[in-house]
């Protein structure tokens, strides 16, 4: 048999894209990612079974170790943290609004970090605790969940990622905003820094201002897409509806929302 040029490209073609099948799996498309393959949990998928055994043998297979749905750790190992603050951050993810989309997490609780005030590696969460008040520091915490969210929770699937919806609103690119973007197509002046930060400014602002996202949402078309997509893909209908922690009445602009103090009280008893 004689292959010709085309025969040949023929079956290149058609053996990549079986090995694209075949080995496409979910990736992710976010501002932080980390994958790590735990070795123990591959093993024990296997039960070990022995290939001779009497009446009185019983082979038990291992349980594998189920991990918790949060671990705290701190920065450095020895230090001094206020009980107050890591219960109220104990209080927002075993909250029936975030468990079940942050979850698992390491969170490391860092006293020397002063910048970035948050951080997120992988499902790793990094938060200062040198913040200097409780509303800034639950606002930088739930920014920084918007992450975590747009990471893990919202699949993401070899042919498509639920968060491209809500890129595609304002964003061409990573940090290219779409020629007719203005400001008013933003909660904040930080969410104009990239598709990702545009993602957890909303986030946080649907959950601690939602009444003013929507006030606003209906004077801009953009902004209202953004608020239907918390709405219908994140939270469902009834979640934070009209709330509002705010101390003060929000500015019509800010640079950033982390900065807008709330009363802290009114937020952790709504979301119990």
Do not use: C
Not at 54 to 74: R, W
Not at 87 to 116: A, G, W
Request: proline content about 4%.
């Amino acid at each position: 048999m004689h292959f010709t040029h085309t025969d040949f490209l023929k079956f290149f073609l058609y053996t990549t894209v079986f090995f694209l099948l075949f080995f496409g799996y979910n990736t992710v498309s976010g501002p932080y990612f980390e994958t790590t393959f735990d070795s123990a949990s591959i093993q024990n998928q296997e039960v070990p079974i022995s290939p001779v055994f009497t009446e009185q043998q019983v082979i038990i297979p291992k349980k594998s170790a189920v991990k918790p749905s949060l671990t705290i750790a701190f920065n450095p190992d020895y230090t001094k943290i206020d009980n107050d603050v890591v219960n109220h951050l104990k209080e927002i993810i075993q909250s029936s609004y975030f468990q079940t989309k942050t979850t698992p997490l390491h969170l490391v609780l860092d006293s020397e970090r002063q910048e970035p005030r948050g951080q997120v590696v992988g499902n790793k969460l990094i938060l200062s605790t040198t913040i200097p008040s409780d509303s800034e520091q639950l606002k930088v915490f739930v920014h920084e969940l918007g992450h975590i969210v747009d990471i893990f929770y919202l699949k993401k699937g070899f042919f498509a990622d639920p968060s491209d919806v809500f890129y595609a609103l304002s964003w061409e690119s990573f940090n290219t905003k779409k020629k007719e973007q203005k400001m008013t197509n933003f909660v904040s002046g930080y969410a104009l820094s990239n598709k990702y930060e545009d993602f957890s400014e909303s986030f946080s602002w649907y959950v601690f201002h939602n009444e003013d996202f929507l006030k606003r949402a209906k004077k801009d078309t953009i902004l209202q897409k953004k608020y239907d997509f918390f709405k219908y893909k994140v939270f469902g209908m009834d979640a934070f509806i009209d709330t509002s922690f705010w101390i003060d009445v929000p500015k019509d602009y800010n640079w950033d929302t982390t900065k807008v103090p709330v009363d802290t009280k009114k937020y952790l008893y709504y979301i119990k």
